[in-house]
């Protein structure tokens, strides 16, 4: 009887630890790596269906750490061609773990006046008082803002929220 049951037992700790490995390696493949050219994730087609005016290229320069010893980030600035003279500025930070991130997100939701959540993009997102778009998705952090944004409309609020919904599916 007692062989049945520890034979029972290595069973089901056997199963335990497959099911286990399986998890981990169904999470590990829904988590993807960000590119090494993050402007690609802001892609200038993306802005131009959305937006419905074409795009110059970004310009890609640093953007500077939030903090003291935390990662610089990419700032990638898109001026319009044609229609609203307008400049979309796409930042984006890479943290070494989805904790740190989501730390440095809470913490800076402060410095932009008072945050209004934006539900279903990211792990967490929020608008500032300037309406830029702030969002956090596993280890990365990312900022949308369209200057000049002028009138603030339910259209340019669904434009920004469908970029960066675009941008937290890339991640």
Not at 138 to 145: A, F, Q, T
Request: net charge positive; hydrophobic share 40%.
């Amino acid at each position: 009887m007692r062989d049945q049951q520890f034979f029972s037992l290595r069973i089901l700790a056997a199963i335990a630890v497959v099911l286990m490995f399986s998890f981990l390696s169904v999470s590990a493949a829904w988590s993807k790596e960000p590119p090494a050219d993050l402007c690609s994730l802001l892609p200038v087609a993306k802005l131009t269906k959305v937006l419905n005016q074409t795009f110059d290229s970004p310009v890609k320069s640093t953007a500077p750490a939030a903090y003291h010893n935390t990662p610089t980030g990419t700032q990638c600035s898109y001026a319009s061609k044609d229609g609203i003279p307008r400049k979309i500025v796409f930042i984006t930070y890479v943290e070494p773990s989805a904790a740190a991130a989501k730390d440095n997100f809470a913490k800076l939701k402060m410095w932009f006046g008072p945050p209004t959540p934006v539900a279903g993009v990211g792990d967490e997102a929020y608008r500032d008082s300037n309406y830029a778009i702030h969002v956090q998705k596993g280890r990365v952090r990312y900022y949308i803002n369209m200057v000049p944004i002028g009138t603030y409309t339910p259209e340019k609020e669904k434009q920004l929220k469908d970029l960066a919904d675009w941008v937290a599916g890339q991640i």
